[in-house]
């Protein structure tokens, strides 16, 4: 297992194929399912959005979704925002027809309302604003470029963004060995899991990423296992006492 974490290593993952078997595909969607669950990804977004929704006091609030994949997500925070009684319309856009699908599979099991739409994140401009836009397991795809130039993007188009993705570290590296091979029998997830930790950035890195984006003010947190969490909100006094740190949307 012996490789080197020194800089990242961007390989095309099997699951991006848009040739992916289909049952192959879902297979692993099912793993990664298992790996969200045991990971508490959602638990990890969640106070977030649960403090966002008291500063607005009861306001009905939107939240997208980037790339929800299975829509494991995206369901899961419906589903919170179901239990503590938090007016919280869910939406989720993936560029695979297969993930789309499984999705909403998920949040017809599930007994909550999710839209689900098909999107080309990285061609396609998001086709509104929402109040809350959140991002798992999706930037460890990207390019520095690509990665900066899509930040800037969402903060135009959203008042609060929450962002949750692997670290690239010698601890990340065998959770993913072992995470992936105890939950999930799919090849393609042992395969994939192991390129998405050599493609992750590191917390100075992403730090030195949301700072070219210009998001002032981003807060960076390590949670389990081995993943950051960045919150950043729009900040309009920040922007004004320090108009050169802020980016303009047009």
Known sequence: MATSLRHRLLEGELMDDPDIDIQAHRAALRGLRRI?????????????????????????????DVATGGGDVAVALARRAQRDGIALRVEACDISSTALRVAEEQARRG?????????????????????????????????????????????????????SDLLRSRTGYSLAYLGTRLLSLSPIVHVDGLKSVRAALTLPEAEALAHRAGLTGARFTRHWPSRFLMTWSRDTTSADNHPHEAHSCI
Do not use: K
Not at 122 to 137: C, K
């Open 111 to 163: 007994g909550v309302e999710v839209r689900f739409f098909g999107q080309d994140i990285l061609t396609e401009p998001l086709p509104a604003s929402y109040d809350i836009i959140v991002s798992t397991l999706f930037l460890h795809h990207l390019s520095e470029a690509q990665i900066v130039e899509l930040l800037e993007a969402w903060s135009c188009q959203t008042r609060h963004l929450i962002i």
């Open 36 to 64: 969200n669950v045991a990971s508490r990804t959602a638990a990890a977004l969640w106070p977030t959005i649960r403090r966002i929704a008291r500063e607005r006091r009861g306001e009905p609030l939107s939240l997208l």
